[in-house]
């Protein structure tokens, strides 16, 4: 059985709000889909894309630099020199929030919405908006 190869994106949209709620929009481009109100937002950044298409990223299998020549995010890839495939997935951002009852700083992936988050620390919940 194949395992499936992922190479992550070091380059992400930046991040927006969505105009009729303020809330935060899905990191991506193209029409997305606000995750607080449902509005329908056309998000598109040129120097984004232009990034994207100039990337260089290692090939998982043989590590070969590579030129990623497309714009989009998730991007399906193959090898030129040792024919592997491999999925060039967006960049997952991350934040630094710290626990209001500690204060200690937890990493944590910025998605769009409302979560309770459990502190490792001292097991107090407390919510996160973005």
Known sequence: MDEELTVESRIA???L???KCNGLL???LGIVECE???ASV???HEPTRTKWLK???SCPSCSKVLIAGVDQRPAQLRCADCDAQFTL???VVRVEI???ICHRGLRMKQRPGQRTIDCPACDSAFKVSF
């Open 13 to 15: 949209p930046p991040a």
């Open 55 to 57: 990337e260089r990223i």
């Open 89 to 91: 997935a967006a960049k």
């Open 26 to 28: 899905p990191s991506k």
């Open 42 to 44: 056309r998000v598109d």
């Open 36 to 38: 607080l109100c449902s």
């Open 17 to 19: 709000t969505c105009p």
């Open 98 to 100: 710290e626990c209001p």
